[in-house]
């Protein structure tokens, strides 16, 4: 098992207790390693192993602490809470926060989407949105993008465009489509981005014609893909997109998942789009970390649901509703949004720098601060992915955590809370700069 090969090659280091005890008894057979660092603490965009070494974290567990590892508001929130109650099942009896939350998401999500229905995480808050908009339209087929990525559950992975994610669990449910993502760096209109957009809109119509019965309940996408390799759509895209969703009837469920809570520079991404979903779905940086997801809707597709339809036993949890609740008003109170944009620009135009001087970087892109580094071979754009393994592998050695994503595995992640200072992000150029002149391009 290749599981903490970098310990091994130190073999005469012991190995610290919590890894040996994640040998023993954690099942991570799923994984090629898991980073062999322990984390003890983490505040701001800083985090700390249990040597005292910080990293820089640029990855923020998987694009979720959004306002920054123990954000003090949070935490506070969630204590008050936890003092009080813990758990009592938020669909059984009536609970505040939990109303709370559900209020707040109303006025902060675009249109008329003012019904929330809570989980634990993306992947049941996925489930639920499919089976809704089933339910309400009386239709059963979903229409999905390439690359794309819902979570592990069976549902979610079935609507997922990405094999490596669902190999070993196939067949998967009947009834979805692929269209192709708008993908305008691997796409025929790479100096044409508009027209990329529209093609790979007119695609979903030619797929409803061709693959489906007709019968397609909803169109779901991450407004910008996350693990399919942050994939930022042309800006026409989407409205091309829901022009032919409505002339057929079919519902949009934006998965913001990932895109969610002002990563992007904006609350949801979706709003650069100028257009509204059906569904939105959001999760990870909903709760600054603590474990909570969402759906939210109008009224009259959640009135689809009827009495036994759909029930979480922690979905709306308190702690985890009240956590949210403060995470959204420190997000608005301190304009994250503004200061994310501000900082996207400035770490793309940091990145693009680095672009200049290095020929394994093929392609910068993103929105806010959820960007994607694409490392090429050649001028056929042949995926550097052994190298995008190990300039994160070299990142980490160097203090630095970064995410590696994209279909091939050849996209560099830049997630870092959003809190991330104009001098971090200076740091964390630095050490890629330095890093990236030193992987050389594998034959
Ligand atoms: C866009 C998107 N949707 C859904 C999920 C699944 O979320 P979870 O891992 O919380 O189930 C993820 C996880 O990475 C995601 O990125």
Not at 39 to 47: D, E, K, L, Q, W
Request: proline share 5%; net charge neutral.
């Amino acid at each position: 098992m290749e599981m903490n090969k970098d310990l091994a090659k130190d073999s005469n280091k012991p190995v610290p207790d919590t890894i040996q005890k994640y040998r023993d008894y954690v099942i991570t057979e799923f994984l090629k390693s898991v980073a062999p660092i322990v984390i003890a603490s983490g505040t701001g965009a800083v985090i700390t192993d249990t040597q005292g070494r910080e990293y820089l974290d640029c990855f923020a567990g998987i694009s979720v602490v959004n306002a920054g590892h123990c954000n003090p508001e949070v935490i506070a929130a969630a204590r008050a809470q936890m003092e009080k109650l813990v758990h009592c099942s938020s669909y059984l009896y009536h609970v505040q926060p939990t109303a709370d939350l559900a209020e707040k998401i109303a006025q902060i999500t675009p249109g008329g989407l003012t019904k929330s229905f809570f989980g634990s995480s993306g992947a049941e808050a996925i489930e639920g949105a499919l089976k809704l908009a089933r339910l309400y339209t009386g239709k059963h087929e979903f229409i999905a993008l390439q690359g794309s990525f819902h979570g592990r559950s069976y549902g979610a992975l079935s609507v997922s465009g990405n094999w490596a994610r669902k190999k070993g669990g196939g067949p998967y449910a009947a009834g979805v489509s692929f269209a192709p993502a708008p993908h305008v760096y691997r796409s025929f209109w790479r100096n044409d981005p508009e027209e990329c957009g529209r093609q790979c809109a007119k695609a979903i119509e030619d797929i409803i014609l061709f693959a489906t019965s007709g019968d397609v309940a909803a169109f779901i996408a991450e407004p910008v893909m996350g693990e399919g390799g942050i994939i930022t759509p042309p800006p026409n895209y989407f409205r091309e997109v829901k022009k032919i969703l409505d002339r057929h009837g079919i519902l949009f469920i934006a998965d913001e998942v990932q895109c969610g809570f002002a990563r992007t520079g904006k609350m949801f991404a979706i709003e650069h789009f100028g257009v509204v979903p059906d569904i939105l779905v959001t999760a990870k940086g909903i709760a600054d970390g603590f474990p909570l997801s969402a759906f939210t809707t109008r009224p009259e597709i959640a009135a689809a649901f009827k009495p036994g339809d759909h029930l979480s036993t922690f979905g709306g949890n308190p702690v985890c509703c009240a956590a949210a609740l403060a995470n959204i008003k420190y997000m608005e109170r301190e304009n994250l949004c503004g200061y994310t944009a501000a900082m996207g620009d400035y770490a793309i135009s940091r990145f693009r720098e680095i672009q200049r001087d290095n020929s394994l970087i093929g392609d910068v892109r993103g929105l806010g601060l959820m960007i994607g580094i694409e490392l090429v071979k050649d001028a056929m754009l042949t995926p550097a992915s052994a190298e995008a393994e190990e300039v994160r592998d070299a990142c980490l050695r160097q203090g630095l955590l970064v995410g590696v994503g994209g279909i091939n595995g050849n996209v560099i992640r830049f997630q870092p809370p959003l809190v991330i200072s104009r001098s971090q992000i200076d740091q964390a150029a630095g050490i890629l700069s330095k890093v990236l002149q030193e992987v050389a391009p594998k034959k």
